[in-house]
């Protein structure tokens, strides 16, 4: 049995599913509701949803679209983008998501994830932390699918969003995501350690080996995008999952 969930993450964009590189270059994927079915048979952990624009643009999150995923999604969905209140985490909840990914509205009113927290309890609440690293090579968190967040360090970041009551960090390296060349393992190693509660490791998986190697450095859960839609060196569309026994051998 697999003690390390590994979590395809799906990037939704006015309706569709895209894949990025370093949050950029998106590429058409797919529909959505076809994606879900698909993982639907391959024994997923659970799946991860993100308007990667809402949130920029300052929609407020699909709701319709959320509604018709989860009438489909038979796994553990957690969804982010365009959410900003109480009442938005309410409503998307009640829609079937078992949890929910915050980002801008953490950055923007630190405030929402402790009461967030409070309301729905900790494990409904993921916060995203994206990082980049400066010309200087420093790494700061990033929000807004890549808008730089002035001197914000990632660790400290982490542990105030543990003290609000956070139950879980989605870590992605934007110099890494759609990369398919390795996670940035020593952000993975530098959050983990300084945190009690389970950081996902983003950006950059492109082979089960390169999840091994971010629960080496304290990941307690793996996510990935390229590697579960795109195969071979042309990048066909393909949206696939590791056989279970082939991740039961690395991950144990």
């Known amino acids: 049995m697999l003690t390390t969930r590994v979590i395809p993450?799906?990037?939704?964009?006015?309706?569709?599913?895209?894949?990025?590189?370093?949050?950029?270059?998106?590429?058409?994927?797919?529909?959505?509701?076809?994606?879900?079915?698909?993982?639907?048979?391959?024994?997923?952990?659970?799946?991860?949803?993100?308007?990667?624009?809402?949130?920029?643009?300052?929609?407020?999150?699909?709701?319709?679209?959320?509604?018709?995923?989860?009438?489909?999604?038979?796994?553990?969905?957690?969804?982010?983008?365009?959410?900003?209140?109480?009442?938005?985490?309410?409503?998307?909840?009640?829609?079937?998501?078992?949890?929910?990914?915050?980002?801008?509205?953490?950055?923007?009113?630190?405030?929402?994830?402790?009461?967030?927290?409070?309301?729905?309890?900790?494990?409904?609440?993921?916060?995203?932390?994206?990082?980049?690293?400066t010309l200087f090579g420093a790494p700061r968190v990033y929000s807004a699918s890549g808008a730089p967040v002035a001197e914000k360090d990632p660790v400290a970041w982490a542990r105030q969003l543990e003290a609000l009551g956070a139950g879980e960090i989605y870590l992605t390296s934007v110099d890494h995501e759609g990369t398919m060349a390795g996670y940035d393992l020593a952000l993975v190693e530098a959050v983990s350690a300084a945190v009690s509660l389970p950081v996902i490791a983003s950006g950059g998986a492109g082979r089960v080996e390169d999840f091994r190697a971010a629960k080496e450095k304290g990941a307690s859960a793996v996510a990935a995008g390229a590697m579960f839609v795109f195969q071979g060196p042309h990048k066909a569309v393909l949206i696939t999952y590791p056989p279970r026994d082939r991740l039961e051998a690395v991950l144990g």
Do not use: W
């Open 9 to 133: 993450t799906l990037l939704l964009r006015q309706g569709g599913l895209v894949k990025t590189t370093k949050f950029s270059k998106p590429v058409y994927v797919g529909d959505p509701i076809n994606a879900i079915k698909i993982f639907n048979t391959k024994e997923v952990d659970e799946l991860i949803l993100l308007d990667i624009t809402a949130s920029r643009e300052g929609r407020p999150p699909a709701f319709e679209t959320i509604g018709n995923i989860t009438a489909e999604c038979f796994m553990p969905l957690a969804y982010g983008g365009g959410i900003r209140t109480v009442e938005d985490i309410r409503s998307i909840l009640k829609a079937g998501v078992e949890k929910v990914v915050l980002n801008h509205a953490a950055l923007a009113t630190p405030d929402l994830v402790r009461r967030a927290a409070e309301e729905f309890g900790s494990q409904a609440i993921i916060v995203s932390i994206d990082v980049k690293k």
